[in-house]
């Protein structure tokens, strides 16, 4: 049985957990750089080797017992991807399990997020990203990474943050009232408080693609775009919100690991453990 950051095994148990974390080493649609699949591994052996006291809440999070699942492998379709992954998460959130993701392309959320809206009528969702990611169909496939929240704005409450690219084709989705683009994050000083008040008080899923980050600090993922999120300012985000709002769960999508290249993966391993420690603090 394999544990989350090796910590002791009774923390990895299933009915001491409150979280379940799923990992889905899927990369079927991506249409430049390949290699989100190997993503959850690489970000799994950096938690591994993390330290798992947290400084900044004075907390160890693994306590609050994080069950690893065995990884979604389907992969025979996007279609079949998306189902998979819809069935999986629904069977934890039956036990009231806060389910995390870590992917994987970000294809992986639309089943993710089609699991939470089933349960929560009333959803929002908050997308950190560089990309839009509102085509309704590319290549074929509505299950494409492209199309990652198509349906979640079609069907919830879709805030996004971090955006820095878009094809013309999406414009007409956009609901820009709900929609911070980066360019406008980095004139602006309240960005965070503007955020937070657009989130409303409904329950809240939150998918990052870490290309929502700047290149600089984190290079390894399929379409880095210049002009990102920072770590400091996107924690003090994510803190406001985990520890205020009602977070049900989260994934976390799109490490291209390079061997080159290490500190990506440490980076998607702190962020998570980050999120718990909010999570467990609040």
Same mark, same amino acid.
């Given at each position: 049985?394999?544990? +989350?950051?090796?910590?002791?095994?009774?923390?990895?148990?299933? $009915?001491?957990?409150?979280?379940?974390?799923?990992?889905?080493?899927?990369?079927?649609?991506?249409?430049?750089?390949? /290699?989100?699949?190997?993503?959850?591994?690489?970000?799994?052996?950096?938690? $591994?080797?993390?330290?798992?006291?947290?400084?900044?809440?004075?907390?160890?999070?693994?306590?609050? /017992?994080? &069950?690893?699942?065995?990884?979604?492998?389907?992969?025979?379709?996007?279609?079949?991807?998306?189902?998979?992954?819809? @069935?999986?998460?629904?069977? !934890?959130?039956?036990?009231?399990?806060?389910?995390?993701? &870590?992917?994987?392309?970000?294809?992986?959320?639309?089943?993710?997020?089609?699991?939470? /809206?089933?349960? !929560?009528?009333?959803?929002?969702?908050? @997308?950190?990203?560089?990309?839009? *990611?509102?085509?309704?169909?590319?290549?074929?496939?509505?299950?494409?990474?492209?199309? %990652?929240? &198509?349906?979640?704005?079609?069907?919830?409450?879709?805030?996004?943050?971090?955006?820095?690219?878009?094809?013309?084709?999406?414009? @007409?989705?956009?609901?820009?009232?709900?929609? &911070?683009?980066?360019?406008?994050?980095?004139?602006?000083?309240?960005?965070?408080?503007?955020?937070?008040?657009?989130? /409303?008080?409904?329950?809240? !899923?939150?998918?990052?693609?870490? $290309?929502? +980050? *700047?290149?600089?600090?984190?290079?390894?993922?399929?379409?880095?775009?210049?002009?990102?999120?920072?770590?400091?300012?996107?924690?003090? =985000? =994510?803190?406001?919100?985990i520890q205020t709002k009602n977070v049900v769960g989260f994934d976390i999508v799109e490490l291209m690991p390079n061997e080159n290249e290490r500190s990506s993966d440490f980076l998607a391993a702190k962020?998570?453990?980050?999120?718990? %420690?909010?999570? !467990?603090?609040?």
């Amino acid at each position: 049985m394999r544990i +989350f950051a090796s910590v002791e095994e009774e923390y990895g148990q299933y $009915d001491n957990a409150k979280v379940v974390l799923i990992p889905v080493p899927y990369d079927g649609t991506s249409t430049w750089l390949k /290699g989100a699949d190997k993503g959850p591994e690489a970000f799994l052996e950096a938690a $591994d080797n993390m330290e798992i006291y947290d400084i900044e809440t004075k907390s160890e999070p693994y306590k609050m /017992g994080i &069950f690893l699942d065995d990884p979604v492998s389907e992969d025979s379709s996007p279609e079949a991807m998306t189902d998979a992954v819809h @069935q999986r998460v629904a069977k !934890y959130l039956k036990d009231e399990k806060v389910v995390t993701l &870590f992917g994987g392309e970000h294809s992986i959320s639309i089943g993710s997020i089609r699991a939470f /809206g089933d349960k !929560y009528k009333d959803l929002t969702v908050l @997308q950190l990203d560089a990309h839009t *990611d509102l085509r309704p169909e590319y290549h074929g496939s509505k299950c494409n990474h492209a199309c %990652a929240v &198509f349906e979640a704005n079609e069907k919830h409450h879709l805030v996004q943050v971090g955006i820095r690219s878009m094809d013309t084709e999406e414009v @007409q989705y956009l609901k820009e009232d709900n929609v &911070f683009f980066a360019h406008d994050i980095a004139e602006n000083k309240n960005w965070i408080e503007d955020v937070y008040n657009k989130l /409303g008080d409904n329950p809240i !899923y939150i998918t990052i693609d870490l $290309d929502a +980050f *700047d290149p600089s600090i984190c290079p390894s993922t399929g379409t880095p775009e210049p002009g990102g999120l920072e770590w400091y300012p996107t924690l003090k =985000l =994510l803190k406001k919100v985990i520890q205020t709002k009602n977070v049900v769960g989260f994934d976390i999508v799109e490490l291209m690991p390079n061997e080159n290249e290490r500190s990506s993966d440490f980076l998607a391993a702190k962020l998570y453990y980050k999120m718990l %420690a909010y999570l !467990y603090t609040k």
